[in-house]
């Protein structure tokens, strides 16, 4: 009797597992909605760079709810300045890439190798040119970002640093469009992003190479919390939005990178003020955010904790962000 209860018990269980709501069985993974590029302002994400990243942004899709409008990437000089398989893969999502070139192996941030007079020079022209080949063979639209935070101290191509000075700076910028231009890439969106003021970062405008040469202005900025200061949004950005301002009155503007740490106040309190009020209030120009998604220096992921995530999934879901 024992053991037909038991062949009893474990039939019914069977069945009612055979008949049992799908969902009920096996929890779907959270669905992303997809880039809305004709929202009023766009979100674009950094990844750390690994075998898995295009499932690491599936992965972040479904985490924030949306599929960032933006993917960012990054190359340096050992490897070839662009990927177009990479790039084919963002494109697939329906994001647009954009790819941050750092005229550097990654070596030594003074390798004298890679002085701005050495770019000018022509020295690495065959580089750029396969790189130019490249994203006129990948068509579609892109932002390049070239020798980015060129006011700061922390890589060959910045302020000082091999004797490069802002007019190195511009003819270099220069030279390098000068070689997409002639191999027919017109459909690069040149982004040109200095470092906000503050630190060892000094004024960025002398670097400015010109309005006929930069599609986007755009900074990079970062609230460091108990690891320096917490700022507010308005107080990492403020002052350099309107300095950038006023290089060109009418070019969209971009936050390049950006991220919040959690140390020393109140990350997700940051995030909903950052999208929701003080963009729109005090940077309007401001189209696209890039959220440096890395745990690097600190914690600067989105999901550094629940109320972060959550915070930035309600601004990732709103019709105001695509």
Known sequence: MRRAAAAALLGFVLLAMLTAPAFA?????????????????????TLPWSATWLSDIDAFSSRVGRVPSVISTYRDMQYSMLNTSQLDAVAAKRSVPLVTVEPWDSSSTTDPR?????????????????GADAARSFGKP?????????????????????????????????????????????????????????????????????SDVVDVLALDGYNWGSLDVWQTYTQVFGSSYDKLCQLDTSLPVMIAET???????DKAAWITSMFTREIPARTPRVKIVVWFDQNK??????????????????????????
């Open 114 to 130: 890679y002085a701005l007079k050495n770019i000018v020079r022509g020295d690495f022209d065959a580089w750029f040119a396969a």
């Open 142 to 210: 892109f932002y390049l970002r070239f020798a980015p935070e060129m006011n700061g101290r922390w890589a060959p191509w910045e302020a000082g640093i091999n004797g490069n000075t802002p007019q190195d700076y511009a003819q270099a910028w220069r030279h390098v469009h000068d070689i997409f231009a002639g191999h027919g890439a017109s459909n690069v969106k040149w982004v040109w992003s200095p470092n906000v003021f503050g630190g060892s970062a000094v004024d960025f405008t002398p670097y400015y190479p010109g």
């Open 259 to 265: 991220a919040s740490t959690e140390l020393g106040g």
């Open 25 to 45: 069985r096996r929890r779907p993974a959270p669905s992303a909605l997809a880039p809305n590029p004709s929202a009023p302002r766009l979100l674009g994400v």
């Open 297 to 322: 220096e600190t914690d600067w992921r989105v999901e550094s904790s629940t109320p972060s995530l959550n915070a930035y999934r309600a601004v990732a879901t709103s019709a105001a962000w695509g």
